[in-house]
Every structure is written in structure tokens, then in C-alpha cells.
């Protein structure tokens, strides 16, 4: 018997009276508010809240703009220390219950260590947070916010300058003139009008910098497997492939977050299936860009030019060929330096950490929130099978037209109120979009971070007979309405279907669209379909074996004897390309998918 629940997400209210109760919450345990429980096994997220008898200690460790400042002065004491070294802000954070750093101020275990429990918050002015430890935030019970959404005009009117610049060899001309020269001939340049423009990301950012390509007249195109059709459609935009977008484009922008999907992403091996002359502008990620790579492209003519905001390594290197290379033009990471930006970015992560301090919810959070130790027991590895199963569900979609429909079936013995699926759900999101995207999801902002993209995500429960001890006979992922890379991943009913279990403690692979697996998510995992004949295991092992790739779980399952089946593999080490290629030769093997868990 099947009952669909709704999703919904609990909120913890505190009130004047009970907050002066708080305390900070260690890391080992969470404080019970009887009056708050509707349930026994309800789930409480945690709550970081300051004292009303005294007021908080801010540090500012980087220069921040002056309404932040202000708006943190009404409810803490904020000491302004710039330019501190390690040891001095270790020194200083055992004093602090809260700190907000730039991209210059690097946020270690050692920091948190030295905080001895007190530091609370840290807040990161602009989105990326490469520079604080996620992990030894977590694990000393501090909340990390940052502020995604102030930079958004500043980074896309960036990158339209960019464009234009480029187009136009105006840094070129410039430095032309500045030397004595008066070179018209040399720098003829290349007008925008008609032109394609592919714009690989289209989030925020990469939304605002195709309205005003349109508004260029330019022909603006889009990848991003997230990106809603109708969103895209809206502004005249057309979601295409990967592959289609760099074929076509004229123009590059890339607006992509920098993630283990989206290193490199720009390489060699992308480069030639480039349309010849193409333009590339990157105000997003310096990784994104294989940098060697880029300057072959452009001695090979295969880029005309390149107009870059960020790099690799900050600063670069002063001899760095990239940089010093005659067709391209550079800036030191000025995506987000416009007054206007500057002072947004004080103002939201000021009111994130303030929030965060009064014990409210930051949508903008972005480490995983505590639960109580005995539901992290129990639901401990179903919480890795989640996520697994999100991964694996996503890196199976292909095409342009962006995940929209998920749904999760959970199947147990356990009622409805037994079962708190809040922590399931945020981890298959986070297993969702977290591989292609800079976006860290937890508790607290998965149901946020899934609508923002417009991922709509519906839950249903399968009530079974048995024992309730086990709280998950299996749980199920569903993506609807898209097109697969691994056509035997489709099920009858067309959606991409991957269903898993734990056994003995163990994530497994169950079910591949209509196909029965069985199979330990560790490490990672090649899926082949292929005409089930003898010698078929033999053939790939060898081929694994021979590139000492180790092979840790193997699994067929098929429709009939003779015909087709999958063959489920798990590895220990990613296979190279030459050996997936000589998977994919044998001749039973109709396809193949290697899947990064």
C-alpha cells in the first residue's frame, strides 16, 4: 500500500523567553525542548544563539563595507582587525562568537580548534568558500553562511565589459596608444551584432549576462542541466548540450561554479571541437580553464581570443604565458568590485550572521547543521545510500533539457510518523545538485536550494508488512521528463530509475531502470549493457585487469537467458579513457556509462 506524503519543511521557533536559555550547542550534544516535540522521533536542527544578558564579539578580519559594519554595531561589539597572519587569528578568535572573512583570510581547523567552542559563525562576503574548512566547521558545531546573491549584477555587468573589450581590442589600443603608437589597422575588431553567444551556466550570473547579450543582439544560447526550459525561454534564450554549445558559439562566457565535474572542463580535448575563432570570457572560476591548454588553443588559432577575470593560481605568475599572451586580455578579479556590490555583500552577510547569532535559519548556510546522535546512528548509512543514489541518478541524465521532476519512494515498515525522511530528502538534493554545482546543501537549505533551481522533488512512502527494527527496506530515485547516457537506466514508465538498499551496513546498488543489480556503492561504478552470452565478465575483467584498475563488486542483471543484460561493476580507481573505449569495443556491448561517486 502506497501513501504520498507531502514535503515539508519543520521550522524551530524561539521566542524572547526561551532564548536567554540557549547556550551554544557542542558538537556532542543537543539541548531537548520538551514543549517543542510533536513527535518522538521528530528531528530538531540546530540552534546557535547568543546570550540577551551580553552582547557577541564580531571580528572583521577583511575590509567590509560600511552598512554591514553598521548593521552588525546594533546587536554586537565588532572588532575591525585587517591583514592578521595565522597566528594572530588564532590569537583572537578564542575572544569572538563570530567571524567574517573575504576570499584573502584562510578559515583552518587550526582556527576553529583555537576558538575553543565559542566561534559560532563565519560568515564569507561573496560566494565561494574555498577558504574555510568545511569539515572543522562542522565538527566544532560553528555554521558557515555566506552571500550568493550581491554580486550577480556587478559579475555579469563584468562580464558584458569583458566581451565588449575583447571584441574590440580596447586593452590592446590602449596600452598601443599609451607607448606612442597609432596602430588603426592592427586592431580591427569584431562586431557583436548577430552573433552566438553560449553562456555554460545559467544561473544567476549567466542569466543576467544574457539578457544584456540579447540586448546587444546577439543570438544567446545556454547549457546547464539545471536551467528551467521556460526560465530560458522567457528571456529568448535555447538550452542545448554541451557538446552543441561549443560547436555553435562564437562567444563563450562561462558562468559555471568550480567543482570536480567542472575542473578543466575546458581542455584540449574541448578546445578542437570548437567552432575556429571562437571568443572566450571567464568571470566565474579560474579552474574551469585547463590555462595550458587555452594558450595552445590560441597559438593553434583554434580560440582568436580570450578575455579572463580569474585564474588558476591568484595572483598568476608575472611570467605566466596566459597572461602575458598578445590576445588576451586580463583584470585581477574585479567580477564583484563595484561600489554598488561591495556595500550589498556587507549588508546580506551582515544580516546572515546577525540572524545566525539570534538562532534563526540561514537559507544561505552552507555546512551540514547536527542532529541528535541517535538518529545519525540508526539513519547513517541510508544517508549515504541517499546520497549516493542523487549522485548516480544525475550523472545518467544527458541533453539540454535540465532536471525538473525527482521522486523518492522510501519503502518500510515504520509509519509515517516513525519516519522523519527531512534528512533523506536533503541528502539525495545534495547528491542532486551538488556535482554540478558550487551550492552546498544540508538541512537547512536543501528544500531552498532545490526550488531555486527549479527541482521540484515529491516523496512517497511504501507502507510494508515486517518488522519495523530496520528503518528502510529500499529507497528509490525517479528523474522524470529527460533523456538518459545510459538508455538501459529508463524504465518502463520512461523516468531514469536507479533503486538501492543497505546491507550489512553497506550502500548497494539494486536496480538500474528495469534491470535487477547488485552492487556496493564504494568507490565508483561502470555500467554496461550487453548481450548476455558466456565470457562476458571474463572479457571486461580482463580488460580492468589489464590497467590495473581493481575491480571490488561485480553484478549482472538480465531480462531472459540470451538476451540483454547489465553488468554492474564497481572499481576502486577511475578507468582512462583508453580502457573505457576498450569496454566499449567488445562487440556484445551495446553501452556503457562510468558513474563518480
Not at 580570450?306 to 583584470?331: G, I
Request: net charge neutral; charged share 20%; hydrophobic share 45%.
Amino acid at each position: 500500500m502506497a501513501a504520498t506524503t507531502p514535503t515539508a519543511t519543520s521550522n524551530l521557533l524561539i521566542t524572547k523567553k526561551n532564548l536567554s536559555s540557549l547556550s551554544l550547542i557542542s558538537t556532542n550534544k543537543l539541548p531537548t525542548f520538551s514543549p517543542l516535540h510533536t513527535s518522538s522521533r521528530r528531528q530538531l536542527f540546530i540552534v546557535l544563539s547568543a546570550s540577551l544578558n551580553s552582547k557577541p564579539t564580531v571580528l572583521v578580519a577583511e575590509k567590509l563595507g560600511e552598512a554591514g559594519i553598521n548593521l552588525l554595531k546594533d546587536f554586537a561589539n565588532v572588532d575591525c582587525s585587517y591583514n592578521l597572519s595565522p597566528d594572530e587569528l588564532c590569537t583572537k578568535i578564542s575572544l569572538c562568537d563570530a567571524l567574517i572573512v573575504r576570499s584573502g583570510t584562510k578559515v583552518s581547523r587550526e582556527v576553529f580548534e583555537s576558538s575553543g567552542g565559542r566561534l559560532k559563525v563565519v560568515g564569507r562576503a561573496g560566494v565561494g568558500i574555498d577558504n574555510v574548512d568545511l569539515a572543522a566547521a562542522t565538527e566544532h558545531g560553528c555554521l558557515v553562511v555566506n552571500a550568493p546573491t550581491a554580486n550577480t549584477i556587478a559579475a555579469a555587468e563584468h562580464g558584458i565589459a569583458l566581451l565588449a573589450a575583447m571584441a574590440r581590442n580596447v586593452a590592446q589600443a590602449d596600452a598601443s596608444v599609451k607607448a606612442g603608437k597609432w596602430q588603426r589597422n592592427k586592431y580591427v575588431g569584431v562586431s557583436l551584432v548577430g552573433k552566438t553567444l553560449a553562456v555554460m551556466g545559467f544561473g544567476k550570473v549567466g542569466s543576467e549576462v544574457a539578457r544584456r547579450a540579447k540586448g546587444l543582439g546577439m543570438h544567446v544560447i545556454a547549457h546547464d542541466p539545471y536551467a528551467p526550459a521556460d526560465r530560458a525561454r522567457a528571456i529568448g534564450v535555447e538550452l542545448v548540450s554541451f557538446d552543441e554549445a561549443l560547436a555553435t558559439a562564437d562567444f563563450i562566457s562561462l558562468h559555471m561554479p568550480l567543482t570536480p565535474a567542472t575542473a578543466k572542463i575546458l581542455n584540449d580535448e574541448t578546445f578542437v571541437k570548437m567552432k575556429k575563432g571562437v571568443r572566450i570570457v571567464n568571470v566565474a572560476r579560474g579552474g574551469v580553464i585547463d590555462e595550458d591548454a587555452l594558450v595552445r588553443a590560441l597559438d593553434a588559432g583554434i580560440v582568436a581570443q580570450a578575455a579572463l577575470d580569474v585564474f588558476t593560481v591568484e595572483p598568476p605568475p608575472q611570467d605566466s604565458k596566459l597572461v602575458q599572451h598578445e590576445r588576451v586580455t586580463v583584470t585581477p578579479h574585479l567580477g564583484a568590485s563595484t561600489m554598488e556590490a561591495q556595500e550589498g555583500v556587507a549588508i546580506e552577510i551582515a544580516e546572515a550572521v546577525v540572524g545566525a547569532l539570534k538562532g534563526e535559519l540561514a537559507s544561505t548556510a552552507v555546512n551540514a547543521p547536527m542532529v541528535p546522535a541517535e538518529v545519525l546512528t540508526e539513519l547513517k548509512p541510508f544517508v549515504e545510500l541517499a546520497e549516493k543514489l542523487g549522485r548516480l541518478a544525475v550523472q545518467l541524465v544527458s541533453g539540454g533539457s535540465g532536471v525538473k521532476d525527482v521522486k523518492v519512494t522510501y519503502a518500510s515498515a515504520r509509519a509515517p510518523d516513525d519516519l522523519d525522511t527531512r534528512v533523506l530528502r536533503a541528502m539525495i538534493t545534495k547528491g542532486l545538485i551538488e556535482p554540478i554545482s558550487s551550492v552546498f546543501v544540508n538541512l537547512v537549505n536543501a528544500d531552498f536550494s532545490a526550488k531555486q533551481r527549479g527541482l521540484r522533488i515529491s516523496e512517497e512512502r511504501i507502507l510494508q508488512d515486517g518488522s519495523p527494527e530496520s528503518p528502510l527496506d529500499f529507497i528509490q530515485v525517479q528523474i522524470a521528463n529527460v533523456e538518459s547516457k545510459f538508455a538501459s537506466a529508463i524504465s518502463e514508465t520512461g523516468e531514469i530509475k536507479v533503486e538501492g538498499r543497505v546491507k550489512d551496513g553497506i550502500p548497494h546498488l539494486t536496480r538500474v531502470g528495469s534491470f535487477e543489480v547488485d552492487v556496493s556503492l564504494e568507490g565508483s561504478i561502470i555500467l554496461c549493457r550487453q548481450v548476455d552470452q558466456p565470457g562476458m565478465i571474463g572479457k571486461v575483467g580482463s580488460v580492468l585487469g589489464e590497467q590495473n584498475v581493481n575491480v571490488s563488486f561485480m553484478s549482472v542483471g538480465r531480462i531472459a537467458p540470451r538476451k540483454q543484460a547489465v553488468m554492474a561493476i564497481g572499481v576502486d580507481e577511475q578507468p582512462n579513457k583508453e580502457t573505457l573505449k576498450k569496454i566499449g569495443d567488445i562487440p556484445a556491448v551495446e553501452e556503457f556509462v562510468f558513474l563518480k561517486l
